[in-house]
């Protein structure tokens, strides 16, 4: 079987990120106990908008629902779990989800004032890192070793999906000798074998691109139930994705980050001024980008010019950027939630 010594580093981030509070937290039946006074302060992984509604996830369970109105336009709410929160998804304004340890989906439906848990499954010790819908029915969530899994009932049930069709090619032989000679033992490492899947976004064209993993970029014209995997010429970890325009941008290990236009016939490496990790990004008002990573870098990518670091915060690793309804960007990480100026 193929394994890349590159591996360790996609479950490095995931443990910077993800792991840093402790171990894995367990779900608990009430989570009062989740209502802090410097929660706002903690790991904080994802910032997701949708109209009128912003709202952040993190460590703990913890969940932010944004109102320019207040003093402290950041509220916490209970959820029904303590499994760390790693990204987050609204469909409408009122409509949304949560994914994150232990296959943990919570769903909203009053734009995150209120949760209840649709999945977890803390026997498989697997995060899911990301969740897409297509419609408010129809959605998918995927994560760490390849964890995929599809609903069509806004997440009253999801069904469990495993794409071979992503394997390297020495693994499909490896598991189909292993499945003729030892069939507990081919369940077990095909649950391992498959790239972790970091980020899902959908193009203007309709196009699923999915990225990971050992140089992962994975396109898709069924909604996701067919894979093909893109010739990418590096074999680190992505962890991002983003379309701005024209243009597909995928971002992750130590600065790397390429360009291709919608076709994704040929892809160019764009030039960083640092070696940070990228994970998180933003279309600017210009036109170009605002990239978020480790090391605390926020750097602007203009459509045209060379790219250039316009705060660095020491101490920190940024993992998520958006905007607020006002307008406002706002960056989250492993010291909390901050405001851009």
């Keep these: 079987m193929l394994f890349s010594m590159l591996r360790f580093v996609s479950v490095s981030l995931i443990a910077v990120f993800l792991f840093q509070a402790g171990a894995m937290a367990s779900d608990t039946n009430g989570s009062s106990s989740q209502i802090q006074p410097l929660a706002l302060e903690s790991i904080i992984l994802d910032i997701a908008t949708n109209g009128t509604t912003t709202v952040a996830v993190g ?4 969940v932010f629902v944004f109102d ?6 950041w509220k916490q709410v209970p959820t029904p779990t303590d499994a760390h ?6 469909i409408t304004p009122q409509l949304g989800w949560a994914v994150g340890h232990d296959a943990t989906i919570i769903h909203t439906k009053d734009a995150g004032l209120t949760w209840h848990k649709q999945m977890g499954a803390p ?8 969740i897409f819908f297509f419609d408010e029915s129809n959605g998918v969530a995927i ?6 899994y599809r609903t069509s009932d806004g997440g009253d049930s999801w069904n469990s999906e495993y794409h071979e069709e992503l394997l390297f090619e020495e693994d499909v032989s490896y598991l189909a000798e292993l499945k003729a000679e030892d069939e507990a033992l081919y369940l077990s490492e095909r649950s391992t074998l498959l790239p972790h899947f970091n980020r899902i976004i959908s193009m203007t064209t309709g196009r699923l691109i999915m990225v990971g993993e050992l140089g992962l970029v994975a396109i898709s014209d069924d909604h996701g139930k067919l894979w093909q995997k893109i010739d990418f010429t590096y074999e680190g970890s992505m962890f991002n994705a983003v379309q701005n325009n024209g243009a597909i941008f995928v971002m992750g290990l130590r600065g790397h980050i390429f360009q291709t236009d919608l076709q994704m016939g040929s892809w160019t ?3 960083l001024p640092v070696k940070s990790t990228i994970n998180g990004a933003i279309s600017n008002d210009d036109g170009g980008l605002t990239l978020v990573g480790n090391a605390g870098v926020i750097i602007d990518l203009p459509v045209a010019g060379e790219s250039r670091i316009i705060e660095q915060r020491q101490g920190e690793n940024l993992v998520a950027i958006n905007q607020d309804p006002q307008g406002h960007i706002w960056v989250a990480g492993t010291k909390g939630l901050f405001e851009l100026k």
């Design 269 to 271: 490496e764009v030039v």
């Design 68 to 73: 320019a109105d207040k003093t402290v336009p």
């Design 85 to 90: 929160l790693t990204k987050a998804f609204f």
């Design 143 to 148: 994560g760490a070793y390849g964890l995929f």
């Design 59 to 62: 460590e703990r369970g913890h």
């Design 123 to 130: 026997e498989i010790e697997k995060p899911l890192m990301d």
